[in-house]
T-cell receptor, first 117, second 111 residues
Framework: GAVVSQHPSRVICKSGTSVKIECRSL??????MFWYRQFPKKSLMLMAT?????????EQGVEKDKFLINHASLTLSTLTVTSAHPEDSSFYIC?????????????FGNGTRLTVT | QKEVEQDPGPLSVPEGAIVSLNCTYS??????FMWYRQYSRKGPELLMY????GNKEDGRFTAQVDKSSKYISLFIRDSQPSDSATYLC???????????FGQGTRLTINP
């Protein structure tokens, strides 16, 4: 069964508003979660690494003030797209590793399709 | 040159055929190799996870890693229409959590 839950699965918002996406690890604690963005028919692009209790690490070219990440607990990370614009419309996916240590596979949530009108 | 190369396809085969999906890579430090299956509008689902070279089998799926050639493969036996999806290879170095993905191959199994 699913080990990572993501909510909502789909959201439509108006330009200029903010949208929050939640990512939860189910029955395990995840000190690190990852946020990806995927364009149609393209591979996953890592946006940021979310660390519990500390600031997220953003990949080059990703605006940290636009994509706010909060990892307040060991089972929850949130991504807030602030002042969304149509170009932010995309498929956002989070992931987490089930086990401790760096050599465990990542499991992904089912993604959130964001449409900004 | 991308770190991981994967033919995006699309690849279309008849039901029951053996499917071969492949990725090549340039970073010899990659030690962990994964295959994910992604259905349309869903997140990637982990199919296979292997360490270093060798083969791993799970049901109809077999993953192969040839580190000397920097080449990994996923074989699907007795392919089913439900196998129709995009298949992503991913890999990482020892001690790292970041994955490097291939572009993904779109596969269609025709009944």
């Amino acid at each position: 069964g699913a080990v990572v839950s993501q909510h909502p699965s789909r959201v439509i918002c108006k330009s200029g508003t903010s949208v929050k996406i939640e990512c939860r690890s189910l029955d395990f604690q995840a000190t690190t979660m990852f946020w990806y963005r995927q364009f149609p028919k393209k591979s996953l692009m890592l946006m940021a690494t979310s660390n519990e209790g500390s600031k997220a690490t953003y990949e080059q070219g990703v605006e940290k003030d636009k994509f706010l990440i909060n990892h307040a607990s060991l089972t929850l990370s949130t991504l807030t797209v602030t002042s969304a614009h149509p170009e932010d419309s995309s498929f956002y996916i989070c992931s987490a590793s089930r086990a401790t240590g760096y050599n465990s596979p990542l499991h992904f949530g089912n993604g959130t399709r964001l449409t900004v009108t | 040159q991308k770190e991981v190369e994967q033919d995006p396809g699309p690849l279309s085969v008849p039901e029951g055929a053996i499917v071969s999906l492949n990725c090549t890579y340039s970073n010899s430090a990659f030690q962990y190799f994964m295959w994910y299956r992604q259905y349309s509008r869903k997140g990637p689902e982990l199919l296979m996870y292997t360490y270093s070279s060798g083969n791993k089998e799970d049901g109809r799926f077999t993953a192969q890693v040839d580190k000397s050639s920097k080449y990994i493969s996923l074989f699907i036996r007795d392919s089913q229409p439900s196998d129709s999806a995009t298949y992503l290879c991913a890999m990482k170095v020892q001690g790292a959590q970041k994955l490097v993905f291939g572009q993904g191959t779109r596969l269609t199994i025709n009944p």
